[in-house]
């Protein structure tokens, strides 16, 4: 009669333990790989790669590799988070602004394109790119920016935006 | 309680901005000598916020840098155009055009309602423009019995407006929460991340007001 019961328990319990592995598979809160190439109208194209590990990697480039980049710079950062880029078109130079310590710029590749940090230089960058509307500022027209939402998967611009990657 | 809320000062144009708030249940809005005032019991009362959230951000920290404008009346004119009085809108069309920087993404829109009107705004004032807080007297259960305007931020706008079409269209709220919490799930990559309180307390109180709907018209309207 033991033997019944502890069976019938030990049935119970996988039962239940498939249902709530089968749970948090099919959920789809479960972390998903993604990854967008969004270009500007200039030609230059970024890529935003979400990993299942939790780390948002934004390359200069369409980056297709599967494993962490080596040889670019790239910039790291979590999903909630926003990074502007102003890439002109004729430089090998990207000015990105991230809205939080958490994101990383890393830089593995000191003959490419370099990623430099807006606040390096805040004030002169402020007069080039950006004027005061009277309640907020904004980037002035002709400037080649891209402003990416992690967290929505989002790319906008003054200028055109487009997502090739399919 | 009551001891703080949100602390604004007033600008020239005759616009205030916040400097400073915490969430105690105390919903008003009061004005502050200067950005490093926190307001006492003699300060002025200029608002009352919608929720005791709506000037603060996820972190528990107030959106310092917001605006206020008393003469803004654009989020009121999208809830009651846009959603509570647009009968033709659907849960469904609803849904496809409400994700980020879309049509019912209030907090992204331009200030004459067009789509994505934050698209030229530098990461590190895009809060502050998400927090932009206008009057919303004049739409039905938003207004306050009280001597001053009630406000929220664009955020509460928005969320306001997606708590509206779940409770008008009879969905409970625990499916609601499941929803747009398995989404918040989603974006963020964190299997544990629910919406913060300044989502959830706007989105409440549009499902409530949409589900006084649902039931009147599941009544006959009566």
Redesign the interface.
């Given at each position: 009669m033991k033997k019944i019961v502890f069976f019938l328990l030990l049935i119970l319990l996988v039962a239940f333990a498939w249902l709530g592995i089968k749970k948090?598979i099919m959920?789809?809160?479960?972390?998903?790989d993604s990854r967008h190439f969004f270009c500007m109208g200039n030609g230059h194209c970024i890529t935003m790669w979400?990993t299942r590990n939790?780390v948002c990697y934004i390359i200069p480039g369409k980056y297709s590799g599967l494993s962490q980049p080596t040889s670019e710079s790239y910039i790291t950062s979590p999903?909630?988070k926003?990074?502007?880029i102003i890439w002109p078109k004729s430089t090998d130079s990207i000015i990105v602004?991230l809205?939080d310590e958490k994101s990383q710029i890393i830089h593995e590749a000191p003959k490419g394109i370099k990623i430099i940090s807006y606040n390096l230089n805040k004030k002169y960058n402020d007069s080039v790119f950006?004027y005061y509307d009277?309640?907020?500022?904004?980037?002035k027209k002709g400037v080649d920016f891209m402003?990416l939402?992690i967290?929505?998967e989002?790319a906008?611009?003054?200028n055109v935006i487009t997502d090739d990657y399919k | 309680m009551g001891t703080l809320s949100t602390d604004v000062i007033k600008n020239t144009?005759g616009t205030y901005t916040v400097v400073g708030g915490k969430a105690d249940g105390d919903k008003n809005v009061y004005l502050v000598n200067d950005a490093h005032s926190t307001h006492n019991a003699n300060s002025q009362v200029i608002a009352k916020s919608v929720t005791d959230h709506s000037f603060l951000e996820d972190n528990g920290k107030a959106a310092v840098g917001a605006?206020i404008n008393l003469s803004d009346k654009s989020g009121a004119n999208f809830l009651n155009n846009k959603i509570i009085g647009d009968k033709n809108l659907s849960i469904l069309d609803y849904v496809h055009n409400a994700?980020?920087?879309q049509k019912y993404d209030f907090k992204t829109n331009g200030p004459n309602g067009e789509t994505?009107g934050?698209?030229?705004?530098?990461?590190?004032?895009?809060e502050?423009?998400k927090y932009r807080g206008g009057v919303v007297d004049g739409v039905p259960g938003l207004s306050s019995n009280s001597d001053v305007p009630t406000v929220a931020s664009a955020r509460d706008i928005g969320n306001i407006g997606a708590g509206w079409m779940a409770g008008d269209w009879g969905i409970s709220w625990n499916m609601f929460r499941d929803k747009a919490d398995?989404l918040q799930?989603?974006?963020?990559?964190?299997?544990t991340e629910v919406e913060g309180q300044t989502t959830q307390k706007a989105e409440r109180i549009g499902f409530d007001l949409g589900m006084k709907a649902w039931a009147k018209m599941i009544n006959g309207g009566k």
């Open positions: 948090f959920s789809p809160d479960y972390r998903r979400r939790g999903f909630t926003s990074i502007d602004t809205d950006l009277g309640r907020y500022n904004r980037y402003s939402d967290k929505e989002h906008n611009s003054n | 144009n605006t994700h980020g920087y994505d934050i698209k030229d705004i530098p990461v590190g004032q895009q502050a423009y398995g799930r989603s974006q963020t990559g964190n299997p």
